[in-house]
Nanobody
Framework: QVQLVESGGGSVQAGGSLRLSCVASGLTFSTYRMGWFRQAPGKEREFVAAISRPAGVSTYYADSVKGRFTISRDNAKNTVYLQMNSLEPEDSAEYYC????????????????WGQGTQVTVSL
């Protein structure tokens, strides 16, 4: 059974930082492109960042987070990370990690497995 478990969310003031983690089990982690998505109340789920397989040579970011967020992976720990710096209130959302074997990195429909999410709240 495949499981993706996110952690690291919380409440932070604008300008602060958080590091999200997502631990995968039940799959061959290194064969999956990994992505982070987010969804705010009343809005559609949106792409945040993705990292290629197996070694994470390529990374991709939404324009809204480029230069502030960094995605990375540790295949030995079956874990993908999202370092979030200079957080803004607009970054407040539920954050989800996901794994994909094919398709387009920014398309949620390309992802096969999803975590349950971790909440990030950024206040002024």
């Amino acid at each position: 059974q495949v499981q993706l478990v996110e952690s690291g969310g919380g409440s932070v003031q604008a300008g602060g930082s958080l590091r999200l983690s997502c631990v995968a089990s039940g799959l061959t982690f290194s064969t999956y492109r990994m992505g982070w998505f987010r969804q705010a109340p009343g809005k559609e789920r949106e792409f945040v960042a993705a990292i290629s397989r197996p070694a994470g040579v390529s990374t991709y970011y939404a324009d809204s987070v480029k230069g502030r967020f960094t995605i990375s992976r540790d295949n030995a720990k079956n874990t993908v990370y999202l370092q979030m710096n200079s957080l803004e209130p607009e970054d407040s959302a539920e954050y989800y990690c996901a794994g994909s074997r094919s398709g387009t990195y920014y398309d949620p429909d390309s992802y096969d497995y999803w975590g349950q999410g971790t909440q990030v709240t950024v206040s002024l």
